[in-house]
């Protein structure tokens, strides 16, 4: 049979969505999983349904996810089917089904729907696994030797920690001129293609490597849709097939490389054509190119295609065209791709042209470095091209590797560590979580379900107690502004079943403010979510004790709420408005909504001109003087989605999402606490705008109190100013304006009167000399000064040259030499020892030479060395 990547795409989900399954759109490549950095694989964001942490909405989902995984990117080119980018085909049971259905599902869509021979096909079973063995005995009928038993290979991870489980995958035989025969555990890799892995997800492995149950047994499936291709279009590569040959094409276009002309030629086409669909899915997904976490990652994909190009010799740049073609041959299947081109062209462009900029003198210093014939690299080589050229260290080993020359990591980390380490630390700080016992937060999301959260209509609200822990005593716990327990408090954490606290997320921080029992009182300094539908109160007790069972009441700080309630808007309006001025590449890269400010973290280039940023602050202001309604609704995503509402990075969302529009243009799904109307939130005032990485901009801004006191207290300053000036606020600049005219005046006075002293005083050392090579000492003059009266004694006439050294200041010599060219005497030469004497050194020219130093006692013996150097001259 013969299929396009378009047909397959709809047979799988057609096939699945028969069977039950709900069809959901992919997840983006960032994940909101901290455990991963990138989504590899299609049931990263289905994790919290595996364990337990959520309960899913759908029994059975079927997906078509784009992955991104580089544990093999050094292959990539190298072979016929590794790639970095790839889509997962997925069908996945939360509980509902398990091997008994899984099983035929895929034997059903093989050899029924895409027509595979039966005769062709082997599969492989974990070696524990003897009942998946049965059951494809029973569905298949295919002989037991062709039902391999295997070990580790077939018990899949997501990573060190996290859901796992035994696997069975299906392989296709490509026959004997690809390799031994004897099955996919010992035959040739290249004659067994793996085109199934069910994943029979079951157990969740803790950090010291003990596997747990999970509550449900789950089905994962993923299904390599360009492996697949390439059986189906009878092609031998993936990069052969028709999602990827159109993007290898336009390589060999830009590189004026003929395909299967040379392997060097086609093994770089490979990688262009990998790393350009990569690049296109990262840069969309809101990665940008940095030296950090995943920007690192996409930086060293887009520097690895365009050192290949280079080693072409290709001088123009090919990024931008090459994800053009990405575009084209995806676009169809990711209409997101074709919104974002414009974004991810310009991105890769400036990295393209950041790159060739040092790319030239960079390999000479590497080619350099490997001509010697050493086989080992010096570590400082390596730094020294990761920090002077661009190179990420990983490219440099890549390209040592190919010529058989090692790297000395230990030696680049070594040289790197200073530079590194606190960028690192700082980057890292406040990633854990204190999040108490796991086990027993999950027993009352069991129990009692998720807490109600009413705090969108309210600011205080009854509630009973559902648990309580004791935080330990050395425990730091504080609110956002700074407030601790006391000495002594007792510090605990109370779960309620329904609470007006908002927990923190999406960038605004928790709540504060106290629950009240019958026998006791807390002070609630922050608010945080332990479990997905768990909202945890953490605080000191004021009296009293708070139980269990108990009937509380929970009230917000309700002036410090509305705070925060303004700048959540206020920060929904500023993203509108950086988009409406910027343009929509503008995305969210982060945010802060605490009471006293706001803080805007968001995806550009440049930065803002004062032109752009009065822009942003008129339409932002505008829109609140217009006092338009915020309004607050729920919906499904998708139809939230084609609405035009924006995704707040970060967030997480599920069918159903939370809808805020302030006002007529700002559309976001948002579940913080917002004002009523626009005029709410008061003045917004830009604070400041300032780069915080690579492509990353940060704006901080205040509103409503905030901003008013903020110009009281410049109107105060203003009002002082005018006072000190004797004049109005109005013409404090014009004031300033001659203030700072009359004092250059009175400088340029000033100076004119130390120049004519200087002139007096070379005047007077010349006729107390009895040579025409004269040495004198002249302490408390600064070396500028002391050189101007040298150059006032040699410019008078009979002098040949004079040599002049003085105390400047403390711990502070100054000397100068300065000759008439033909006098015989050379400035330069004859300052040297003087220079020495006194601790220091100097330079200059024949005629003009000036030293310093910091010893001044020996003043009088560089006197007599300059005296002697004049002489001997």
Sequence with gaps: MTMDADGLRSAFTGFFVERGHTPLPPAGLIPHDPSVLFTIAGMVQFKPYFTGEQVSPVPRATTIQPVFRTV??????????????????????????????????????????????????????????????????????????RIQAMGEDNFWRMGPIGPCGPCSEIYFDKGERFGAGGGPAIGGEDRYVEIWNLVFMQYEQTADGTLEDLPKKNIDTGAGLERILTLLQGVDSVFETDVVVPIVEEAARLTRQVPGASERGDVALRILADHARAMTFLVSDGVFPSNEGRGYVLRRVIRRAVLRAHQLAVADLVTPHLVGAAVATLGNAYPKLVRDRSLV????????????????????????ELGRGGRLLPGDVAFRLHDTFGFPVDLTVELAGEQGVEVDRAGFDEAMAVQRDRARKAGKSGAATDVGNLEAWREVLEQFGPTRFLGYQATTAEGRVLAVERRPDDSDVRSAEGEAPPAGALVLDVVLDATPFYAEGGGQIGDTGTIEGPAGRLRVLDTTRV????????????????????????????????????????????????????????????????????RFDFSHFAPLTAEELARVDELVNSAILSDEPVRVYETSKSEAERSGAVAFFGDKYGDVVRVVEAGSASVELCGGTHVHALGMIGPLRIVSEASIGANTRRIEATTGTTSLAAVRANEEVLARAAEVLRTTPPEVPSAIDRMVEHERALEDELRELRSAALRDDARRIVADASTSRIVARRD???????????????????????????????????????????????????????????????????ELATAGGRDVEAVDAALDLLRTALEAS
């Design 531 to 598: 479990l997905d539908g768990i909202i945890r109160h953490t605080g000191y007790l004021l009296e009293g004790t708070i139980e269990a069972g108990e009937e509380v009441g929970a009230a917000v700080d309700a002036s410090r709420r509305a705070a925060i309630r303004r700048n959540h808007t206020g920060t929904h309006l500023l993203h509108w408005a950086l988009r409406s001025v910027l343009g929509e590449h503008v995305k969210q890269q982060g945010s802060l909504v605490a009471p006293d400010r706001l």
């Design 72 to 145: 093999d990117i050094d292959l990539i080119g190298t072979d016929a089917r590794h790639a970095t980018l790839f889509e997962m085909l997925g069908n996945f049971s939360f509980g509902d089904y398990f091997k008994e259905k899984a099983i035929p599902y895929a034997w059903e869509f093989v050899t029924e729907v895409l027509g595979f021979d039966p005769e062709r096909l082997w599969v492989t079973v974990h070696e524990s696994d003897q009942d998946a063995s049965g059951i494809w005995q029973e569905t298949s009928g295919l002989p037991a030797e």
């Design 780 to 846: 408390s003059l600064d070396p500028a000064e002391l050189r101007e009266l040298a150059l006032a004694i040699r410019d008078l006439p009979g002098v040949e040259a004079v040599a002049l050294v003085g105390i400047a200041g403390p711990e502070r010599v100054a000397l100068v030499i300065a000759s008439e060219k033909g006098s015989g005497v050379d400035a330069r030469a004859a300052v040297g020892d003087a220079a020495r004497a006194v601790g220091g050194g100097g330079g200059g020219s024949p």
């Design 345 to 368: 062209e310009t991105v890769v462009s400036h990295e393209e042209e950041a790159f060739r900029r040092t790319l030239r003198a960079g390999t000479s210093l590497l080619e350099e």
